[in-house]
T-cell receptor, first 115, second 114 residues
Framework: AQKITQTQPGMFVQEKEAVTLDCTYD???????LFWYKQPSSGEMIFLIY??????QNATEGRYSLNFQKARKSANLVISASQLGDSAMYFC????????????FGKGTKLTVNP | NAGVTQTPKFQVLKTGQSMTLQCAQD?????MYWYRQDPGMGLRLIYY???????DKGEVPNGYNVSRLNKREFSLRLESAAPSQTSVYFC?????????????FGSGTRLTVV
């Protein structure tokens, strides 16, 4: 069975600094995808970034990058130059490629950006 | 705008009442999903439909039923609501085979069972 672990219930960062949100996963499947979602206080789920298990390079999307360490089964999200609008819940998720492609979510990390 | 539409956005039920949460997507996605979100628990899969005409149980299916009415619509029914079903419910859709795309989520339904 697939499992996602986010060990940081809450994180604080100063505006303009970088922050890393941790995510470890467990799967026996060789082909899988890893996702990060942002949920602001308004409640919607916003897709941020994707990393495939066979991707040779770490994914980047603007200020978001994914530090993918396959051997350690970790997929940490790095947010550079934090902004007040980055304050939100962040969820790491994984899905097995193929089949129904269900997403399994971690419990989330609440990020607070301080001015 | 294209996306996933959920109705209603808010609902209060009495214990034992029934209701159906509606979800429709206009992205021509094959797969649709229902999740519930509880504080400190992340999102947990209730039911999913990999394609029109098929449905399967997820992690927490007890107390729920679903119907994949057509490719666009996937409804979630609570036959006899219980306080433990107080939660925020999200519908989502995805396009099988386009793995790099995330799910598209609806805006959620906040359900309170008293």
């Amino acid at each position: 069975a697939q499992k996602i672990t986010q060990t940081q219930p809450g994180m604080f960062v100063q505006e303009k600094e970088a922050v890393t949100l941790d995510c470890t996963y467990d799967t026996s499947d060789p082909s899988y995808g890893l996702f990060w979602y942002k949920q602001p206080s308004s409640g919607e789920m916003i897709f941020l970034i994707y990393q495939g298990s066979y991707d040779q390079q770490n994914a980047t999307e603007g200020r978001y990058s994914l530090n993918f360490q396959k051997a350690r089964k970790s997929a940490n999200l790095v947010i550079s130059a934090s902004q007040l609008g980055d304050s939100a819940m962040y969820f790491c998720a994984m899905r097995k490629q193929g089949g129904s492609e269900k997403l399994v979510f971690g419990k989330g990390t609440k990020l607070t950006v301080n001015p | 705008n294209a996306g996933v539409t959920q109705t209603p956005k808010f609902q209060v039920l009495k214990t034992g009442q029934s209701m159906t949460l509606q979800c429709a997507q206009d992205m021509n996605h094959n797969s649709m999903y229902w999740y519930r979100q509880d504080p400190g628990m992340g999102l947990r899969l209730i039911y999913y439909s990999a394609s029109e005409g098929t449905t399967d149980k997820g992690e927490v299916p007890n107390g729920y039923n679903v119907s994949r009415l057509n490719k666009r619509e996937f409804s979630l029914r609570l036959e006899s609501a219980a306080p433990s079903q107080t939660s925020v419910y999200f519908c989502a859709s995805s396009d099988l085979g386009k793995s790099r795309n995330g799910y598209t989520f609806g805006s959620g339904t906040r359900l309170t069972v008293v």
